[in-house]
């Protein structure tokens, strides 16, 4: 089984080098064919040279700016039974595509494998109610997808799909420019199969849109977009603004 490691990248000079070097790290420790796709998403900073240094890495260019416009020309650019989607300024764990993998081995019915952020620069006191309102992920995945029957939940930078089932509902939605995007997958993909929350799979990330909008904020425009794209198949909010670390809160894990 090959996986294909996908992530947009705009102006991630400052991120995307530990996320690659910890993507190729955990390709290595967990022995399966791999490579990894950068989808260069219009960046004017050296994004495309430090991703095109690591090895495995092919970099495609997507000149229309959106996440999912650059993620679906790195998904079509990518060879893999698997996607793997990440966003540039993650920080994969020991054992998170090994767990991945082993839960599509398990279940020949699960379309995709998703799991929480852990915003790993943010102070313990911000940090405790972020996890608190992702503990309630797997909850509402499951109401969404088994009861109501209305979608399921992704983390749309920390998930796994395959690739056949990512065919079959055409790819990810290019129309949306960036919030309700992973909610829109999943709830197509919930259509054909199952889509799995689990809390095996963490995956370290950058609080800085968090830090921006601050928690109480985000966490409403999150939850009030995911309940829109469900309800009325579309995001309520149309707007957003790219966030960039400065030098002083690029603090990364080891």
């Excluded at 995709?112 to 109610?129: N, Q, S």
């Excluded at 009861?147 to 079959?168: D, M, P, Y």
């Amino acid at each position: 089984m090959k996986v294909s490691f996908v992530m947009p990248a705009y102006n991630e000079e400052q991120l995307i080098g530990k996320c690659l070097e910890s993507v190729n790290r955990e390709i290595e420790r967990s022995g399966y064919e791999a490579e990894i796709v950068v989808a260069d998403n219009g960046s004017t900073d050296r994004t495309r040279g430090i991703a095109a240094s690591f090895p495995r890495v092919r970099v495609v260019v997507e000149s229309l700016k959106g996440a999912n416009r650059a993620r679906q020309t790195g998904f079509k650019a990518s060879t893999g039974e698997f996607i793997a989607s990440l966003d540039a300024d993650t920080v994969v764990p020991p054992g998170w595509l090994t767990t991945a993998m082993r839960g599509f081995e398990r279940d020949p019915a699960l379309v995709a494998i998703t799991g929480p952020f852990i915003y790993y620069d943010l102070p313990a006191w911000k940090r405790v109610p972020t996890q608190l309102f992702i503990s309630t992920y797997p909850v509402v995945n499951f109401l969404m997808q088994h009861v109501f029957h209305a979608g399921a939940t992704l983390q749309g930078g920390n998930f796994v799909v395959r690739r056949t089932a990512l065919e079959k509902i055409g790819g990810h939605n290019t129309s949306i420019e960036f919030y309700g995007d992973d909610t829109d997958t999943a709830q197509r993909l919930s259509k054909i199969g199952t889509v799995q929350w689990t809390f095996k799979l963490p995956i370290y990330t950058s609080a800085r849109r968090l830090k921006h909008e601050g928690v109480v904020r985000m966490g409403v425009r999150y939850a009030l977009n995911f309940f829109w794209m469900i309800f009325f198949g579309k995001p309520y909010t149309l707007t957003y603004k790219d966030v960039r670390p400065s030098d002083k809160d690029d603090r990364r894990p080891a």
